[in-house]
């Protein structure tokens, strides 16, 4: 056994250490049982759950990924130690939309495109492109000590995952839940697919709004090139200064789709005005024109009173024929031109200047173009009460508790969220048309009412599709064709969702579902843990979680979010070259104690400080264990005042620590541990052992309170810095010794 000396050097000892914990099988609770006497299936042995917030398969470690999983392994290392059999299970996600980005952009480097290879071709490019870079995640989270369960790893595109994902779709389509319905959504037109409200993304612009001339009225609109899809105007119930108007129509000056322009006398189109409570006194002149085709909210209104949807904008956003001389053009070249039309007819008022969020798409940051779509949505209002209730009856439990106010907001606000995505990467729609038998469904005008966008059942019971996870051998429909799949995949959510089972075998799931945790950033609160546990209630029964840990974000000094395109992230694989694992989990940790982190590296080179002081300690308590060995596996009798004081202590920081760590304040405990072994620990009582050594009558007793003290110390430690807590263990001239000190046991106090 190596003797601990000369200064603590990383580089030197954690890929070491880490390989001989992956060997050892600890991370597996399986081997727990084993070494606990158990079997894995019994249910004697008390068992802690974590599942990884999957980060995509595109991704490399950032340090939202550090906070992500050093708070949960601080967990899993803390309950192994109590000698639960714990589980952390790790995966990876196949993110739909973002993987095809990354192989597409690949594609173009190379001269060619996803259209020019096909489906099939294309899809075995994005396997390729998985198995080569994919799983450099994982490598990079093994540097930073996490100890999941590798052996269990699983990927969301995996066949038994894939058939769970299927699976759920058409249970969710038999019960009703699932509808194919034509409406406007939130359409990317550079991935050419509809999005999720929780995709979207917001960034602040500073644009025009224009006021114009509308009949006798006149509203603002910071978007005029969708005047050929207005299909009503809007004010409140409330605004007695368009009362008279509502529920009649009136005429309005139009502009010329032809060519030349038309005065606004020659011109006329009849529109209908109607009073909703959806319209904002406020806003402009408290009259909005109602494009249902291109606006979310516009489409609900419209949705409300029967008004009809004119798409004039297509899926690359660009203006279709309805727009007449203005098709072909993007959407921002053809408001410029229109805004010119509009002040050569006189029906532009005037401009000011409007701040506002623009919604882009959360993958490639293009904006976000509303448009009809047939799209395939999840009915939420049901799956929403189950995940309310879930919080409220304290089933679930959000830490902290002010993020169940966001939690409850969205799902008691929810729209129906569309689930299908017009990409190739990802989980196919198990639906099958009959190809002698095709809907259609007029762009230019479709009349939406309250029956139809509430039942669908016109849509739903169309002759022209059959809902199965296998291909039918027969279409039903015209007995002769060979059925054709939807060239559709399901939003990336969707498959995760179901991860606390999906991911687990059917022989681990009555072993480890439910869990007991999932930890993450607040900006994934709805996009994934509300889904995780309606999708657990729904398909096993049961919450997947007892809690959730909201962490806040990793922001710079200065206060700015985090980006690599501003060059202002952060690479913390370069800090675990620089100062080590150890010290970069101890920086993230140590300035965790609020919601959001201002990182400051200084934290981390006070990390590297604490190390040595942690390794000198070793030092020193191993050189007088040498001359007085002794076993630590047993509370020592503490005869001087120094004895007494260092273990009421270290009883202290234990009782401390556990509770602490229980509860999620882990920069807390780490706080505390550190001025425990730092000042009570090292300072005085080392310095006070140093004296009392040279009397023969006590050393042998010192010694005793000095190891066992510092073996408790270790332990405290460990799920915070495991690397340089195992090393110094593992060189221990220790009776009674456990094989690592991951799995040796923390003494409850009496």
Request: a neutral charge; aromatic letters at 12%; proline letters at 4%.
């Amino acid at each position: 056994m190596e003797p601990i000396s000369g200064a603590y050097n990383p580089k030197d000892t954690e890929a070491r250490v880490y390989k001989q914990w992956e060997e050892s099988g600890y991370f597996n609770p399986d081997k727990l049982a084993g070494l606990a006497g158990t079997k894995p299936d019994s249910d004697t042995q008390k068992k802690y759950v974590v599942y990884m917030p999957l980060p995509n398969i595109t991704g490399t470690l950032h340090i939202g990924h550090v906070l992500d999983n050093t708070a949960p392994d601080i967990l899993i290392r803390h309950y192994r130690m109590k000698g639960f059999r714990t589980l952390w299970l790790p995966g990876t996600d196949h993110a739909g939309i973002a993987t095809q980005y990354v192989v597409e952009k690949q594609l173009k480097k190379e001269n060619t495109s996803r259209f020019e290879l096909g489906r099939e071709k294309f899809t075995q490019r994005v396997w390729e492109w998985k198995k080569e870079y994919g799983g450099i995640i994982y490598e990079q989270l093994k540097k930073l000590g996490i100890s999941c369960d590798w052996s269990r790893t699983r990927f969301t595109m995996d066949e038994a995952y894939s058939k769970d994902v299927l699976g759920a779709f058409v249970r969710y389509y038999k019960k009703g839940l699932l509808y194919r319905g034509y409406r406007t959504v939130s359409w990317c037109p550079r991935c050419e697919t509809s999005l999720s409200d929780l995709e979207l993304e917001y960034k602040e612009e500073t644009t025009t709004l224009y006021y114009i001339t509308y009949g006798p009225f006149t509203l603002a609109t910071t978007r005029p090139e969708t005047k050929f899809g207005d299909t009503g105007l809007a004010v409140n119930p409330r605004d007695k200064r368009y009362e008279k108007y509502v529920g009649k129509e009136i005429e309005i000056e139009s502009l010329s789709t032809e060519g030349a322009l038309d005065a606004p006398s020659k011109k006329k189109n009849k529109i209908s005005v109607v009073a909703d409570e959806a319209v904002d006194v406020e806003f402009g002149t408290g009259v909005v024109k109602v494009t249902p085709a291109h606006d979310l909210t516009d489409f609900e209104i419209g949705s409300r009173h029967n008004l009809p949807l004119v798409q004039v904008i297509d899926e690359r956003g660009r203006m279709n024929e309805l727009a007449g001389k203005y098709a072909g053009m993007k959407t921002s070249d053809a408001r410029a031109k229109i805004v010119e039309d509009l002040k050569a007819t006189g029906l532009l008022q005037k401009e000011e200047l409007y701040v506002h969020n623009v919604s882009v798409c959360y993958r490639c940051a293009h904006a976000i173009e509303p448009i009809p779509s047939k799209q395939w949505f999840l009915k939420m209002e049901p799956l929403a009460k189950t995940a309310l209730d879930a919080v409220k009856s304290g089933s679930v439990k959000i830490n902290p508790e002010n993020f169940e106010k966001p939690y409850t907001a969205w799902l008691e606000n929810i729209r129906d969220w569309t689930v299908s995505r017009q990409i190739w990467w990802g989980h196919r729609l198990p639906v099958y048309f009959c190809k002698n038998k095709q809907e259609e469904v007029s762009k230019s005008e479709v009349l939406i009412s309250k029956q139809a966008q509430n039942s669908n059942n016109k849509i739903q019971n169309a002759d022209n599709f059959v809902v199965s996870i296998e291909k039918p051998k027969e279409c039903p429909f015209c007995k002769n064709c060979e059925m054709e799949q939807s060239p559709d995949v399901l939003d990336t959510w969707f498959s995760s969702a179901l991860w606390p089972f999906a991911g687990l075998s059917e022989k681990d799931r009555k072993n480890y579902y439910p869990g007991d945790l999932v930890a993450n950033a607040r900006d994934i609160l709805n996009l994934w843990d509300t889904r995780m546990i309606f999708s657990g209630i729904e398909f096993m029964g049961a919450v997947p979680f007892k809690n959730i840990l909201v962490h806040g974000t990793v922001l710079t000094k200065d206060g700015k979010r985090m980006s690599k395109s501003l060059g202002t992230g952060i690479d913390p694989l370069k800090y675990i070259n620089e100062y080590g694992a150890d010290a970069t989990r101890f920086g993230v940790i140590w300035q965790a104690s609020g919601q959001d982190i201002r990182w400051d590296e200084s934290a981390v080179a006070a990390g590297r400080k604490f190390l040595n002081k942690i390794w000198n300690a070793g030092r020193f308590v191993s050189q007088k264990i040498g001359d007085f060995p002794v076993s630590a596996a047993r509370e020592p009798e503490a005869r001087t005042e120094a004895d007494k004081k260092i273990m009421d202590s270290l009883m202290r920081a234990k009782t401390s620590s556990a509770r602490g760590i229980e509860s999620f304040e882990f920069s807390k405990v780490l706080h505390e541990l550190y001025d425990f072994f730092w000042h009570d620990f090292c300072d005085s009582y080392i310095e006070s052992a140093k004296l009392q050594t040279e009397s023969n009558s006590t050393a042998k007793f010192t010694v005793s309170v000095l190891s066992f003290v510092f073996l408790e110390s270790l332990k405290l430690l460990h799920p915070f810095v495991p690397f340089v807590t195992e090393e110094i263990y593992q060189r221990l001239s220790i009776t009674d010794k456990k094989e690592f000190l991951m799995v040796e046991n923390i003494q409850e106090n009496s």
